[in-house]
């Protein structure tokens, strides 16, 4: 069986592109595995970043609703205080300062409250998603 040059040298640059073609598809497929994985990965470092911020603002929140227990109590102190003694100025500036503390306290405390409610959200979304 004899096959000329020019019959061979045409099966073979077939052959050729044929495995060019293979070769990138192969690559295409293996670019979006890699994209998908990268994708899923991403998703679980924000969600794990996501519950990190959650469980610092918990705390944060619980330290604030310790200050806050502590100056009310430091306030009814002073209250029953002023009652007892003749330097009522001073300890109701006391109080007023540290009752405008307490109220600063109070906004930290929603403000951090709306964080936490927005974080459980995203973190319910995300594991929905999932």
């Known amino acids: 069986m004899v096959i000329?040059?020019?019959a061979f040298s045409q099966n073979t640059q077939q052959m050729r592109q044929s495995l060019m073609v293979q070769?990138?598809?192969?690559?295409?497929?293996?670019?979006?595995q890699r994209a998908?994985?990268?994708?899923?990965?991403?998703?679980?470092?924000?969600?794990a970043s996501d519950?990190?911020?959650?469980?610092?603002?918990?705390q944060y929140l619980s330290r604030i609703e310790e200050k806050a227990k502590k100056l009310e109590a430091e306030i009814l102190a002073g209250k029953n205080?002023?009652?007892q003694t003749e330097n009522k100025e001073k300890i109701q500036k006391e109080i007023d300062k540290k009752q405008a503390k307490l109220e600063n306290l109070q906004k930290d405390s929603q403000a951090v409250q709306k964080e936490i409610d927005s974080l459980e959200s995203q973190i319910a979304k995300?594991?929905?998603n999932e």
């Open 81 to 83: 205080k002023l009652d």
């Open 126 to 128: 995300a594991k929905k």
């Open 51 to 58: 519950e990190n911020k959650l469980k610092l603002n918990k």
């Open 4 to 6: 000329s040059a020019d």
């Open 23 to 32: 070769h990138n598809q192969q690559m295409r497929m293996e670019e979006q």
């Open 36 to 47: 998908v994985q990268f994708q899923l990965k991403n998703q679980k470092r924000m969600l």
